[in-house]
């Protein structure tokens, strides 16, 4: 009974033994969320890699698969343009983007269906011709709707020459 000191022995190893199987299970719990995380990254990462691709090839309709329904886009300027405005822009045969790339890339997972993306945007573009030279810090929310992940807002602020870089980003 409870006053045998080997009945405590086994009562104590058997407490143990459930214990590690529970730090066992957390253990593997926290390996899948850290793998689950790594994964959504690089999703994330490529994402941003084929939106930037499609746009250096005017590949419209990949610009439209990888755009959310309700996506907007807010400019430097501070003007609002809703998914239609932006794709008007990239079938216009007077824009053309000469070189682009999006750097500094950091991944803010807001939830396991939700991220954002800081990251700085240069480039050189012509529209209606007018020849351009872009430096941004920009933001885009991703959402992941039926598995597939797709952007939802751009916004973009002209960079300072002074600004800290992305990976300055707290």
Request: charged share 30%; with cysteine; proline share 4%.
């Amino acid at each position: 009974g409870a006053a045998d000191p080997a009945w405590k022995l086994e009562q104590a190893r058997a407490a143990t033994a459930k214990a590690d199987a529970k730090f066992q299970d957390a253990r593997g719990e926290h390996r899948k969320a850290v793998d689950d995380v790594k994964q959504r990254q690089r999703e994330l990462e490529e994402l941003n890699q084929k939106w930037n691709e499609a746009w250096l090839k005017k590949d419209v309709a990949a610009v439209q698969e990888m755009m959310a329904p309700d996506y907007v886009y807010i400019a430097p300027t501070g003007q609002v343009l809703d998914r239609d405005a932006i794709l008007a822009i990239i079938r216009s045969p007077s824009y053309r983007l000469k070189q682009g790339a999006r750097t500094e890339m950091v991944v803010r997972p807001l939830t396991d269906d939700a991220a954002a993306l800081v990251h700085r945007w240069q480039g050189e573009a012509a529209f209606e011709g007018k020849s351009f030279r872009d430096d941004h810090r920009c933001t885009t929310l991703c959402v992941r709707r039926s598995s597939r992940w797709q952007i939802v807002l751009e916004h973009c602020s002209p960079n300072s020459p002074r600004g800290a870089d992305a990976s300055d980003v707290q």
